[in-house]
């Protein structure tokens, strides 16, 4: 009985914690997402985070579909100059960035304003390496409001000045969000770096 009430208590302690981190990481956002293009600052680089073109059905992914549209409303809105593309290449049959690039070119951004990160492989990795790779200390992230706000708790932890801009959800919050933004706060409490830097490249 014992043994059962500690793991009770313990499993009431983690269920704090993960609400806890998850309303915490909300707050440190609170004021940095916008839904109005015409509201958001300007900033020289919109960081567009990566996702698969394509969902499970074979049909076209809906986060993937609306981040595109977001990052062409802030280019054509004069809110951003270029577009970093930051996703998942770790294999050869699988190119996030370069898919988002076909897709923003097919929509009017000029190629020479596209840049493309192949090792965002995930939030915390994008946002590094759009600071150390590609030297940025201010960026508009682009991607849905839950994930925009972990990664500008991410960015605020290795100074970067971000704000986000919204793109259309498919649905309110992934159930999933809750373990990622725990996680998000582990790998930053114990300084989990990026899998891969490498070679600056400028954005100019």
């Known amino acids: 009985m014992k043994k059962l009430k ?31 293009v015409d509201s958001i600052p300007k900033n020289k680089v919109g960081l567009v985070l990566g996702a ?13 579909k609306h981040r595109v549209e977001a990052a062409v409303a802030l280019y054509k809105a004069g809110k951003i100059e270029y577009i970093l593309v930051s996703g998942d ?10 898919d988002f690039k076909n897709d923003l070119i097919e929509k009017g951004i000029p190629a020479e304003r596209i840049f493309l990160d192949y090792a965002g492989f995930r939030t915390l990795d994008s946002m590094v390496r759009a600071k150390e790779i590609f030297g940025q200390d201010a960026l508009t992230i682009i991607s849905q409001k839950f994930h925009n706000e972990r990664a500008i708790y991410i960015a ?19 159930a ?28 100019k």
């Open 176 to 203: 999933r969000e809750y373990l990622a933004r725990t996680k998000a706060s582990l790998d930053l409490l114990f300084n989990v770096e990026p899998k891969f830097l490498g070679d600056k490249i400028a954005i």
């Open 52 to 64: 698969s073109r394509l969902a499970p059905s074979g049909n076209i992914n809906l986060f993937y």
């Open 156 to 174: 605020q932890h290795f100074g970067i000045d971000a704000i986000a801009y919204n793109a259309k959800d498919v649905y309110k919050r992934p």
């Open 89 to 98: 290449n770790s294999h050869k049959d699988y190119d996030e960035p370069t």
């Open 6 to 36: 500690l793991i009770i208590f313990a499993s009431i302690l983690v269920a704090v914690g993960v609400l806890a981190t998850f309303h915490w990481i909300t707050y440190k956002a609170k004021g940095l997402t916008y839904n109005d």
